[in-house]
């Protein structure tokens, strides 16, 4: 039993160690591609050798998911020197290649050059003012900027504090009350809503990426 265990282990490793080298190999075969489509731009006799050359190194790049270097290549495309509708394609990679690095605003105003418009509508943000104003109804101001256990950890720290401050005033002495518990408390309510502030500002530029994402996308499905 154990040696067929062993021997499942060793199989498994080996697979996986195996996948590994394919993928790693697959990729290093797209990157000497797009090396040689960049001689044969180098050497190019024409604006539409070069173009082809591009092209090829661009689709290299997006096989091995280097979207922002598929992107920086189809920018060198001379456009000049393709088909009106052919740029509309070139264009239409250019945003899809944002758009699966990341930058939608990137690949919204590369629709727009084209005259695709988006459907983006500017998403309900969370208000910096309030998350501020909540804080001082702890813990308000975490469960609005959607982090109620950091909330608790914050309630529990002032409670502490306050507990601090009121043992110390009963056992009298205030001077370890002022300079350990007020301290403390002054520092977890100050912290609160800086840290507030912070989540709120995380969650508004999710929501703002996902209404573009969604956006992008939707324009993108219509052309491809």
Excluded at 43 to 63: F, H
Excluded at 89 to 98: E, N, R, Y
């Amino acid at each position: 039993m154990r040696r067929i265990t062993l021997l499942c282990l060793i199989s498994t490793f080996l697979f996986a160690t195996f996948n590994a080298r394919g993928a790693q190999n697959a990729g290093d075969s797209l990157l000497f591609e797009a090396a040689k489509c960049e001689r044969i731009v180098f050497e190019a006799a024409n604006p539409l050798e070069a173009n082809a050359a591009l092209l090829g190194k661009a689709e290299c790049y997006k096989q091995a998911g280097l979207y922002r270097e598929a992107l920086a290549t189809l920018e060198r495309v001379r456009l000049y020197a393709l088909p009106a509708g052919r740029r509309a394609d070139i264009t239409v990679q250019k945003s899809l290649c944002a758009f699966l690095a990341g930058d939608y605003d990137a690949s919204m105003s590369y629709l727009q050059e084209i005259g695709v418009q988006t459907e983006y509508v500017e998403p309900r943000l969370k208000k910096d003012w309030l998350g501020m104003a909540l804080t001082f109804l702890v813990p308000a101001g975490y469960i609005y900027a959607g982090a109620p256990g950091e909330g608790a950890v914050s309630t529990a720290l002032n409670a502490g504090s306050v507990a601090w401050i009121v043992l110390n005033l009963n056992a009298g002495l205030p001077v370890a009350a002022l300079l350990g518990g007020a301290l403390a408390l002054s520092y977890t309510f100050l912290g609160a809503q800086e840290r507030v502030a912070e989540l709120i500002a995380i969650h508004n530029s999710s929501v703002i990426d996902q209404a573009k994402r969604e956006a992008a996308a939707g324009a993108l499905l219509g052309l491809l």
